[in-house]
Each structure stands twice: as structure tokens, then as C-alpha cells.
């Protein structure tokens, strides 16, 4: 059973261009989360979705923006990069109260 | 507001030593979930424990056990007969139902001395 899986592993953008970040959930999992986390910081809550739509969001700005598609994969897009942008970026999959997370996408912005 | 306080930053300790990862949360809320997860450098948060605010039961899993005290509003992690292995950020993190996120500590880094 595979478990979340996401893609690239490493990204280098420059800022202000633009970032799409992708996203598998676990098996049985259809709600996906999406964390920023900085170096030496805790993971920060971006938004979650659930059947396609945008439950829940954090303080974070438009820029940030996502989507979930009908497998309930998901995508992270951030806009007008800034370098501090530059982070880990966590998906979680969860059912109920458990959520497992991915590898990460470390972006590094220059 | 929901808020997990991790105040050790760092800690190290010799092989075969037992540590303690202190946790301390703030919510309202009556029923909410806390959690460990490890982070390895790799990046991936592992997985470790789930509690509910009504189990306030203590719980060991191996050389693992967690103390959860809801009259101090802490959640610490004992890692006895610590390995090199071990070491790792290890992060604290609660949830409530009603709102669709974690939050997460600081993380507290453990460095584990062969």
C-alpha cells in the first residue's frame, strides 16, 4: 500500500515566477492537507481539501492557491514567488482524525 | 486559540540514556486529539501516537511511552534506552474536530551520542 506520495523532491524557482507542487494521498484517504514548513519551525496549515473544494485555510496569502481532483490527488500553486518562500512543503492525507504525511518538496527560491 | 508549546529546542544525550520530550498545548476545546510525530532528516514526519482528550490513559510501545496529564495540559514523550536511530526532530501537534488542521511545536531536535 503506497502511502502519500508527492512530487518534485527538490525545486528551485526564482522569485516571482510561479510553483505547482503535486500530491497522492494514501489509499482510502480523501481529504489532503497542505503544510508550509521553514527551517527549524514546526509545519505551518496552508488549506485542506476535501471533495474538491477548500475546507479549511490558513493565514497564509492568495498566492497560495489549490486544487483537488476527482482521485482526490491535489496541487499546491504558489504565485509571485518571494524568498521566503523558500521551505519544506508537507501534503497529509488523512480519514477521520490521523493524518500521514508525504516525503516533501523542499523549494528553494533565489 | 490552539496553541503546543515545545520549549527544549534541542537536547543530547549518550546512547542508552532515557529523554523525556516535553509538550504542553493550550485549547478550549473539550474533545481534541494530540499527537508525536519523528522527523527524520529525510523530512518526512513519522507517525508515532495519537491520544484523545478522554484517554488519559499512559501508553508505552517499546522503548516509547507517552504521559498525558490534562490537569497540566501536558503531553511528554519518554524515549527509554536511547539509540543513535533515534535522533531526530520530534514535533508535538493537536487538533480539535471543528477545525481541519494540525498545530504543530517548534519541534525539539534530539541528538542521540554513540
Known amino acids: 500500500d503506497a502511502g502519500v506520495t508527492q512530487s518534485p523532491t527538490h525545486l528551485i524557482k526564482t522569485r516571482g515566477q510561479q510553483v505547482t507542487l503535486r500530491c497522492s494521498p494514501k489509499?482510502?484517504?480523501?481529504?489532503v492537507s497542505w503544510y508550509q514548513q521553514a527551517l527549524g519551525q514546526g509545519p505551518q496549515f496552508i488549506f485542506q481539501?476535501?471533495?474538491?473544494?477548500?475546507?479549511q485555510r490558513g493565514n497564509f496569502p492568495d498566492r497560495f492557491s489549490g486544487h483537488q481532483f476527482p482521485n482526490y490527488s491535489s496541487e499546491l500553486n504558489v504565485n509571485a514567488l518571494l524568498l521566503g518562500d523558500s521551505a519544506l512543503y508537507l501534503c497529509?492525507?488523512?480519514?477521520?482524525?490521523?493524518?500521514?504525511f508525504g516525503p516533501g518538496t523542499r523549494l528553494t527560491v533565489t | 486559540a490552539q496553541k503546543v508549546t515545545q520549549a527544549q529546542t534541542e537536547i543530547s544525550v549518550v546512547e542508552k540514556e532515557d529523554v523525556t520530550l516535553d509538550c504542553v498545548y493550550e485549547?478550549?476545546?473539550?474533545?481534541?486529539?494530540l499527537f508525536w510525530y519523528k522527523q527524520p532528516p529525510s523530512g518526512e514526519l513519522v507517525f508515532l501516537i495519537r491520544?484523545?482528550?478522554?484517554?488519559?490513559q499512559n501508553e508505552i510501545s517499546g522503548r516509547y511511552s507517552w504521559n498525558f496529564q490534562k490537569s497540566t495540559s501536558s503531553f511528554n514523550f519518554t524515549i527509554t534506552a536511547s539509540q543513535v536511530v533515534d535522533s531526530a526532530v520530534y514535533f508535538c501537534?493537536?487538533?480539535?474536530?471543528?477545525?481541519?488542521?494540525?498545530?504543530f511545536g517548534t519541534g525539539t531536535s534530539l541528538t542521540v551520542i554513540p
Open positions: 497529509a492525507s488523512s480519514l477521520r482524525f490521523e493524518q500521514y
Open positions: 501537534a493537536l487538533s480539535v474536530p471543528l477545525e481541519n488542521q494540525f498545530y
Open positions: 485549547t478550549r476545546d473539550t474533545t481534541y486529539y
Open positions: 489509499s482510502g484517504h480523501d481529504t
Open positions: 491520544r484523545n482528550s478522554f484517554d488519559e
Open positions: 481539501y476535501y471533495e474538491e473544494e477548500e475546507r
